[in-house]
């Protein structure tokens, strides 16, 4: 491939950066800032909070059903031209929520247009970081780049739970508006690559949409109607959970397009992904810890945020500050690595990174005991932060150094797949394993404590057998109050609650520090030759074999 960009590329390098990782930021931050919001934007637009968490999971299932296409458009129309008009729709989007005067326009803007123009955005970020920096920098750029979305997702509790408490949730909204406007404004200032003699194949286009929107619905889906089987009152299709057959289905399209994808390249068409990608070790491993990397995080940014603000009751400022140091360590690592050790050995680093990862979710899940308080999170706060820091540092720029810069632009597009793949699927195990625990412990809990009433005991596990919700001491004392609980019972049913609360913790963390062990047996894959220490070609990109394990 191309290892050095254009000479025109060097210049203004600060300015491409901004650019580049502020898009990523912004791309990543309103997830995590709906879900901190939510309530107030519920009540504000006069809808039920289920009526928000769908918003959620639309603005998720078409940014990641949408990728693969944005990646093939970028390389059709250009990546600079593909970006502004990702950018103009996603402002578009901006400015439609932050005016919305219900959730019809909440969705329409929020969960279709953003959704839809991050589609557009974030393949042709990956395409333009090797378009604008040299081989020897493009390391740095990725890690920086990947670093703005993983902060973004630390700070958006953080930001979310200021400007909503402080002023109003639609100013996060207006403030998106502003940036991108601003970056629109400087976006010339970036190089581009010219576009491709390609057409959009658009039974691809469709087939890959269904396939990857039928995969991640039924993901997003499972807390609240079961993986297999069916939760009481939830859907069924042929006596299963609708789950399964999305899956089922999702998977089976999907197939459908890799045929196709093959046929047309066989027969000299125009395919929406070149199949030989997939036969890229270097590319596959590199996609494969990255979807490991987005699952473990999002176990670990699902239970650490319930445990802050749920269990210690903390508000969203303050759980926010709490995880902040693991921003600062991961931007320390993913700029820092790359600058200090140019010439690291991306495997060693990307193992490293993953073994601080795990070191600190086990002793956070240590830490889950009846006497826990806010001040244990601190230190495997940092070491998440050094872990997905350093593994920020190599994976963007291993995967794209793969192929020819021709190709980046549906690398990005993959890359991003995997990634909005990763994290659904690892809101969505975690969570049901929190759930399931946390139902069972606290069942059990009641049924054998001698200090609650067998009525009350019969009550509640029927009442809760289609889950318990992980609420705060404070909702449940309410709950108690409303239900006239008597004292004595009240506080052995708190009790049962908060032992059996720490237990489903424990249980989510040490489920995710085994994901990010299992993330180790792909790494064998990563190369151990820094990216830009060599000029190979594309043939010998796409053709080599990594080097043996070790």
Known sequence: MNTDAPASARTGTGLVMAVLASSQFLMTLDSSVMNVSMATVAADLGTPITGIQTAITLYTLVMASLMITGGKVGTI????????????????????????????????????LEGAGAALIMPAIVAMVAANFPAERRAAAYGLVAAAG????????????????????RYVFLFEFVIVLAILLVLRKVHDVPPAQARLDLVSSALSVAGLSMVVYGVLRSAEW?????KPGGPT????????????????????????TTHLAA??????????????????????????????QAGVFFTVPLFLSVVLELN???????????????????????????????????????????????????????????????????????????????????TVSAVPDSQSAEVGGLQNTATNL??????????????????????????????????????????????????????????LDNAGVDQQTADAIMTVNHDSRLEALRVALTLTALLAICALFVTGQIPREAVGATKPSPTMAQTAKPDEPG
């Open 77 to 112: 129309i250009g990546r600079r031209r593909a970006f502004a008009l990702g950018l103009i729709i996603y402002a578009a989007g901006s400015l439609t929520t932050a005016l919305a005067p219900n959730l019809g326009v909440l969705l329409l803007g929020w969960s279709f």
């Open 150 to 169: 993983a902060i973004a997702v630390a700070a958006g509790p953080l930001i979310g739970g200021a400007v909503t408490t402080f002023a109003s949730w």
């Open 226 to 230: 079961g993986w297999i089987q069916p």
């Open 237 to 260: 299709i042929l006596g299963l959970s609708p789950v399964v057959w999305l899956l089922i289905g999702g998977l089976l399209v999907l197939y459908a397009f890799m045929r196709r």
């Open 267 to 296: 027969t000299g068409g125009d395919p929406l992904i070149d199949p030989t990608l997939f036969q890229n070790r270097r590319l596959t491993g590199g996609l494969s810890v990255f979807f490991a990397q987005f699952l473990v």
């Open 316 to 398: 969203a400022l303050e759980t926010g500050i709490r995880i902040f140091p693991l921003s600062v360590a991961l931007i320390l690592a993913a700029a820092g690595i790359p600058k200090v050790w140019p010439r690291a050995n991306p495997r060693r680093v990307v193992r490293i990174g993953l073994a601080l990862m795990i070191i600190g979710i086990l002793i956070l899940a240590a830490g889950m005991d009846p006497g826990a308080n806010a001040a244990i999170v601190s230190v495997p706060m940092l070491l998440m932060g050094f872990g997905l820091g350093s593994l920020s540092s190599q994976l963007g720029a291993i």
């Open 422 to 479: 990763g994290a659904s699927l690892g809101t969505a195990l975690i969570g049901s394993a929190l759930i399931a625990t946390l139902s069972a412990s606290v069942i059990a809990g009641i049924q054998n404590n001698p200090e609650v009433p067998a009525p009350v005991q019969d009550q509640a596990t029927v009442q809760l057998a289609s889950g318990v919700p992980f609420i705060s001491d404070t909702q449940l004392q309410a709950a």
